[in-house]
């Protein structure tokens, strides 16, 4: 996970690396996801950020805020 801003714009895009689903807890990302709810680019929906997200294997998130 790591994050890019600019002006007043914030992405956070989010790897899986391994070729395994994995759960990935949000509660230590909590200073660079902001808001409960962010915008995946690559799917155009909305992803929710309360508790934890799932990643299928190799997957690739892009969250704008």
């Known amino acids: 996970i790591y ?3 600019y002006n007043t714009k914030s992405a956070v895009i989010i790897l899986n690396g391994t070729n395994e689903a994995k ?31 799932e990643l299928k294997a190799r997957d690739v998130l892009i969250l704008e805020f």
Do not use: F, V, W
């Not at 759960?23 to 929710?48: C, F, H, R, V």
């Open 3 to 5: 994050e890019r801003k």
């Open 23 to 53: 759960s990935l807890n949000l509660d230590i990302y909590k200073e660079i996801l902001p808001k409960q709810q962010a915008l995946n680019i690559l799917e155009g929906n909305t992803i929710d950020l309360i508790d934890k997200i």
